[in-house]
Each structure stands twice: as structure tokens, then as C-alpha cells.
């Protein structure tokens, strides 16, 4: 009994490291990659280089525009923005690798041969989504198409999945 017990809390010592090893992915991965299994971690980390499609996307005159307005109408425009920027990458194949202000890094994974079409779609879709909210509002947009790391980075306090690589800053000087 004491042999049987032991293994019991051993396999439920297992289950909860687990699974609590798994919810902490999914706050750190986008919502496209929670698939992955807790295990698989390593291998995440370790990466790849795949071709994709990159995306920045940027307000123009964003800091003068954000000096004149009050903080509540300033996080209205935005949470607006930024809902603009993941329905258009929602709907064309692209994930939201990061937002940084009023700017956004937007991939596109390329294994079925789409992403150079689901990024133009997504910059096509997010100018006139933009143009249509606020006339005022003027975005650039950035896009290239090539090989990059993509995987895990950073340590257990802090995960982010990225992609790295000239293709990536390329896009954002095409920005």
C-alpha cells in the first residue's frame, strides 16, 4: 500500500507540473500555436528557419497625435487600432507576433505557399479598415517575404515566440 501510494502522488505530482507547465504556454504563445505540448518545449527554443511572411504596421505622427489627447480617448483609439490589426490578421492566415505602441509585427507562415498573398491582403484590408474608421489617421505598413528563426525565446520567468532575421527588418524599414 505505502508502494502503491507513493506512485499515486508521484503520477499526480506529474499531472499538476504539467499541466501547470502547459497554461503557462498558452499566456506566452499565440492563440495559432497552443497546440503545442509542454514537452515540446525545447524544441520550440531550439527553433527554425521557415519562410514567412512579415508585416509592420505603424501610425504616422503618432507621437505628436497622442500628445494631444487625453489618456481614456488615447487607449479607445488604441484598443480600436489594435482590433483593426488582429481581425485583418485573423482573417488572412497572419498572427500577431507583437504590438509595440501604435506599431505591429504581423507573420505569415508560408508552408502552404500563401503568405505573400495573405500579407498583402491583411495591409490591403487594415489601410481601408483605417481609412473608413478615422480619415484622420494615417498608417504605414511594411511587408517582405523570406527565411527567418522562428521559435522560443528567453528565459522561464519570460517566453515570447518571435521570428528573427533580415527579413524582418527589412519589412520594417519598408514601414
Given at each position: 500500500l505505502v508502494v502503491a501510494s507513493m506512485r499515486i502522488r508521484a503520477l499526480l505530482w506529474e499531472s499538476i507540473t504539467e499541466a501547470e507547465t502547459r497554461g503557462m504556454l498558452t499566456r506566452f504563445l499565440p492563440a495559432q500555436l497552443r497546440y503545442v505540448e509542454a514537452r515540446e518545449l525545447h524544441v520550440l527554443r531550439d527553433g527554425e528557419q521557415v519562410r514567412m511572411a512579415v508585416a509592420f504596421v505603424d501610425i504616422r505622427g503618432f507621437t505628436r497625435l497622442a500628445e494631444g489627447m487625453e489618456p481614456r480617448n488615447l487607449s479607445a483609439l488604441l484598443t480600436t487600432y489594435r482590433g483593426f490589426?488582429?481581425?485583418?490578421?485573423?482573417?488572412?492566415?497572419?498572427?500577431?507576433?507583437?504590438?509595440?505602441?501604435?506599431?505591429?509585427?504581423?507573420?505569415?507562415?508560408?508552408?502552404?505557399?500563401?503568405?505573400?498573398?495573405?500579407?498583402?491582403?491583411?495591409?490591403?484590408?487594415?489601410?481601408?479598415?483605417?481609412?473608413?474608421?478615422?480619415?484622420?489617421?494615417?498608417?504605414?505598413?511594411?511587408?517582405?517575404?523570406?527565411?527567418?528563426f522562428a521559435g522560443v525565446v528567453g528565459d522561464e520567468g519570460r517566453l515570447e515566440y518571435t521570428v528573427l532575421g533580415d527579413v524582418v527588418n527589412v519589412a520594417a524599414r519598408l514601414e
Open positions: 490589426v488582429t481581425a485583418q490578421a485573423d482573417a488572412h492566415g497572419g498572427i500577431v507576433d507583437k504590438f509595440i505602441g501604435d506599431g505591429a509585427m504581423v507573420v505569415f507562415d508560408d508552408r502552404q505557399g500563401t503568405a505573400a498573398a495573405g500579407a498583402l491582403a491583411f495591409a490591403e484590408g487594415l489601410l481601408a479598415d483605417v481609412a473608413a474608421w478615422d480619415s484622420r489617421i494615417d498608417i504605414g505598413v511594411g511587408v517582405h517575404i523570406g527565411d527567418v
